[in-house]
């Protein structure tokens, strides 16, 4: 029988490259949630490990009871329990995050600085929170750990490896981590929900959230293991990362891939078996789950592929998909959390820098292959903790990724200096090797991101809609010199993803912006139907309303 054949976006994160910078994160936030309701919400966030992340301590299933298990029968259900359990706590799950949980998003009450009567105290900007509006203390957020600037002793992944790692001054280690909605195959927040408001699209993969079907039970959000589910306290629905869906339809990547500094994320096409996702996430040992996930991927070159009904050019950007090559041919990438059962479709290139820097501190030459690998074993970063982020626990293809990615870096040091190239023993062939190396390190815009568009060519004329920087939820006025946070907040500016797509590919500036959102209704908003034509011509609409 031939297997169904379905196509998934995935996205692959170079970890070596990530800086810290947050760029991603400050980019996510004022494209998709910077509106009233979802401050503390944070699509795309990017957190220090060791830490306890975003929510504190998310991973500690024992606690918050996300994602899938494996009962006696070999069958998988819900951790968090059956549609019985959902009943009986629908209107107080002991299972969710608290808003303390996240955190409690502030601003500073800056217009006491300019009001205050005059007084031997100097006047100070007091924090005041963003949901109450009383003032608060500053507790906790969404980044307190940055560069281990917390307690990383409750970080749940540590806890597991404490005898592996021991927390001393002299080997202190970290990295960082992006995350964003791992648009899984085998969602559990799809499946948690009552109201069918979560659902998998079918062309793509994303996972998305019908606003309309949404009830805000927030089933969803205990049963996502990452806690990438929101709950926006303003509409009582339900939020998550959409994968930028409105510009990968364009052929545009997300936009924390746009403007990410250190170019570490790869987007592309994934072809899988769909009939054996339920069977790849119930194989009973947890450390087997890498493996099984990697069995549902399909080479984009089987002769099954073409067969089996898939847009010609979503198959033609499968064959030329960076995520594939390094996921399924040079296997660097590995997935995150894999024992959570969901087979996520964001996967992580481990870090490999800080051997480089330890091996170059103690007088070795930090490149050359026989250091590298004699090193890899005992890492700054320890194999064990890494395993327990990646592959469940298990330390082969964790230290297998490491020891491709030093051949790679010491064979493609020695062509560079002149060197006769040695190609250390890693499983892979010096062609691939190279075709690694310019992928990881040279690979121009276009071979990072290969997305099929969802439709065959852009409309013309479409232009973006813009919103007016003068138009607030509560009507018109002006933005308060101190910053948008201590004035009204900003409504959301919808704006034509085709039209994104001619701005940005093209050297003229389109002019002409349709606004929709702040229309009250009344009259026609300019441009909104082709101008009439001929002698005959209707009165003269009044002004505009609404714009400013």
Known sequence: MSPRIMAQVAMVMNLDKCIGCHTCSVTCKQTWTNRPGVEYVWFNNVETRPGQGYPRRYEDQDRWHGGWVRDKKGRLKLRAGGRLHKLLTIFANPLMPSIQDYYEPWTYDYEHLTSAPLSGDVPVAAPRSLISNEPMKIRWSANWDDNLGGDPTPDPVLAKVSEQVKLAFEQAFMFYLPRICEHCLNPSCVASCPSGALYKRVEDGIVLVDQDRCRGWRMCVTGCPYKKVYFNHKTGKAEKCHFCYPRVEVGLPTVCSE??????????????????????????????????????????????????????????????????????????????????????????????????????????????????????????IPIGYLAELFTAGDPAPVTAALRRLAAMRSYMRAVNLGYPPVLADAGLPEDDVRDMYRLLALARYEERYVIPTAYGNIPPGVVEEGGCPLDYDAGRGTQSPFGEASGRPVPVSIESFHGL???QTSDEVTHDRVNLLNWDGRGTPAGLFPPKRGPKRGPERGPERGRP
């Not at 947890?286 to 991927?297: N, S, V, W």
């Not at 479709?345 to 590298?372: I, K």
Request: net charge negative; with cysteine; charged share 25%.
């Open 501 to 503: 797509k001619e701005r």
């Open 259 to 380: 403007t990410c500094v250190g170019r570490l994320r790869y987007l592309g096409v994934l072809l899988y078996d769909a009939d054996r996702v339920s069977e790849a996430a119930s194989v009973a040992d947890e450390r087997d789950l890498y493996e099984a996930q990697l069995g549902l991927f399909i080479d984009p070159h089987d002769p099954a592929v073409s067969s089996a009904g898939l847009p010609a050019d979503w198959v033609a950007a499968a064959r030329r998909s960076p995520v594939y090559d390094l996921i399924k041919r040079y296997r660097i990438a590995l997935p995150l959390h894999p024992e959570y059962r969901t087979l996520p479709m964001v996967w992580y290139v481990p870090p490999l820098s800080p051997v480089v820097d330890a091996l170059a501190e103690g007088g070795h030459d930090g490149e050359d292959a026989g250091n590298l690998f004699a090193a890899i074993e005992s890492l700054r």
